[in-house]
């Protein structure tokens, strides 16, 4: 039976990315899978995460790290014109990895949407969030991909707001979403937030949805999740549920995760013909 899965911020951990294709057992053509964004920055491979995107025909909704990515290409390109543009400030791991990236890898981060909507299941993967009250159409893109929380007057906050925006969210539809970075998934009763930290050396976590299933009610939400822990911390940061940040928490657990799958087959790549095969010169190992 086709499964619906998507997947949280995987910031180019490439090796747990594949874990949880194995742990799912994952049927290219079968599933479909739904990236929240984030594909990209602070693990150590960026583009094997992107080669892995495209190998399995996944959708990806834009992370903030795709946004900016792609506002520093824009600029570049307008001022290759001989046009005025500012250019975010990308810092050094940005850089090297807006670089490093191939006409495939900006064509995909181009391709992607601010959200996805999943009818059948009554579903929209955004990759931060909403703010509650207003109309899905009338929310901001740059909000939907920045919000973690909710400030004192209910205004949307990226840092520093005490109340998370999904305990205040009233669907339908559900919201899947990453961006604040947590070592248990956030369960509200119409969001689910499914950053579990991979990068800072938590867990990547999916959920998994039977065909027209609609997300269960939280007390038996976690029946719908699977996760697989990072080999390693990677990176020291980030910024969680509430602005707080990931930093100094105490992320090195050991088990197969808060929300793991008994085993199941082993998912295998698609075959490809020899010429399409990826190339490997200018694989990166650093995001």
């Not at 085993?263 to 013909?273: M, N, S």
Request: hydrophobic content about 40%; proline content about 7%; some cysteine.
């Amino acid at each position: 039976m086709a499964r619906t899965i998507v997947v949280g911020d995987v910031h180019g951990c490439s090796a747990e990315l594949r874990t949880l294709l194995d742990r799912l057992a994952f049927v290219r053509g079968t599933d479909e899978i739904v990236f929240v964004g984030d594909l990209v920055a602070r693990g150590p491979d960026s583009l094997g995460v992107l080669d892995v995107v495209r190998e399995i025909g996944a959708t990806v909704v834009r992370g903030n790290h795709e946004d900016r990515l792609l506002a520093w290409k824009r600029a570049m390109e307008a001022r290759a014109r001989g046009e005025f543009a500012v250019a975010p400030d990308l810092g050094r791991l940005h850089s090297e990895l807006a670089h490093s990236l191939r006409d495939e890898d900006w064509a995909l981060l181009e391709r992607t949407p601010v959200t996805k909507l999943l009818p059948s299941h009554r579903l929209l993967v955004v990759h931060a969030g909403v703010v509650p009250g207003v109309p899905l159409e009338d929310q901001d893109p740059a909000t939907m991909m920045r919000i973690r929380s909710l400030g004192v007057r209910g205004e949307a906050r990226d840092h520093g707001g005490a109340i998370p925006w999904g305990s205040r969210y009233m669907g339908p539809p559900h919201v899947v979403f990453g961006h604040a970075a947590s070592l248990e998934a956030q369960v509200h009763p119409w969001a689910t937030g499914v950053d579990t930290g991979c990068v800072y050396g938590g867990y990547l976590t999916a959920m998994v949805l039977a065909e027209g299933q609609e997300p269960p009610p939280a007390a038996d939400r976690q029946d719908a999740l699977v996760s697989v822990p990072a080999r390693r911390r990677y990176f020291d940061g980030g910024v969680g549920v509430g602005g707080r940040a990931m930093i100094g928490e105490q992320v090195r657990m050991r088990g197969p995760g808060p929300h793991a799958a008994r085993h199941r087959p082993r998912w295998q790549p698609p075959q490809v013909a020899a010429g399409d095969e990826r190339r490997a010169a200018g694989r990166s190992s650093r995001g």
